[in-house]
T-cell receptor
Framework: DAKTTQPTSMDCAEGRAANLPCNHS???????VYWYRQIHSQGPQYIIH???NNETNEMASLIITEDRKSSTLILPHATLRDTAVYYC?????????????FGQGTTLQVKP | GAVVSQHPSRVICKSGTSVKIECRSL??????MFWYRQFPKQSLMLMAT?????????EQGVEKDKFLINHASLTLSTLTVTSAHPEDSSFYIC??????????????FGQGTRLTVV
């Protein structure tokens, strides 16, 4: 499975955009980039995923570089409730199971 | 989105006893479910892949006789922590996908079970 690298922590002002980077330089052609977040003492919550095109949904936007070696998750207007650990995961479908391997993630602190 | 539910959300047990944690897919059938463990201030660690109607696949270093997994139906997987000890105290989380073999489908997670062994 391709390894991801994320900053350990980031701060963001409430109402501003939060841009969370992720490096995945060893990603393979058929591997997707998934983003999840985990609010304290809860199960992870799906945010968004993509292969090579930029994606947007009601929660966030995902920008993937043309060479697919890195991506950025954008929360357009961060709120205090967006404070969480954000995980960038490259999902491998070896053995047809699609398991998710979590790295250390980025702790995002949204401040008033 | 699809819902995955765990029960119980919290459990306290005495050292040496066994504890069963249930993971249910409420509105879809899940042939494959995953079990994770998370210690305080650490990331989720995949323990095993639960396969309906067959044996679970355990990750390296996870004791299969310690963590018994049963996936007897398409909507239920159970994790039994046998002869629990204080070091087994952790946050246990399960997940499932609508279509685990497809490249473009998200996994949904349960709310987690906080196990405390005293």
């Amino acid at each position: 499975d391709a390894k991801t690298t994320q900053p350990t922590s980031m701060d963001c002002a409430e109402g501003r955009a939060a841009n969370l980077p992720c490096n995945h330089s060893t990603i393979s052609g058929n591997e997707y980039v998934y983003w999840y977040r985990q609010i304290h003492s809860q199960g992870p919550q799906y945010i968004i995923h993509g292969l090579k095109n930029n994606e947007t949904n009601e929660m966030a936007s995902l920008i993937i570089t043309e060479d697919r070696k890195s991506s950025t998750l954008i929360l357009p207007h961060a709120t205090l409730r967006d404070t969480a650990v954000y995980y960038c995961i490259v999902r491998s479908f070896s053995s047809n199971t699609g398991k998710l391997i979590f790295g250390q993630g980025t702790t995002l602190q949204v401040k008033p | 989105g699809a819902v995955v539910s765990q029960h119980p959300s919290r459990v306290i047990c005495k050292s040496g006893t066994s504890v069963k944690i249930e993971c249910r897919s409420l509105d879809f059938q899940a042939t494959t479910m995953f079990w994770y463990r998370q210690f305080p201030k650490q990331s989720l660690m995949l323990m095993a892949t639960s396969n309906e109607g067959s044996k679970a696949t355990y990750e390296q270093g996870v004791e299969k006789d310690k963590f018994l997994i049963n996936h007897a139906s398409l909507t239920l997987s159970t994790l039994t922590v046998t002869s629990a000890h204080p070091e087994d105290s952790s946050f246990y989380i399960c997940s499932a996908s609508l279509f685990p073999g497809q490249l473009n489908t998200e996994a949904f997670f349960g709310q987690g079970t906080r196990l405390t062994v005293v």
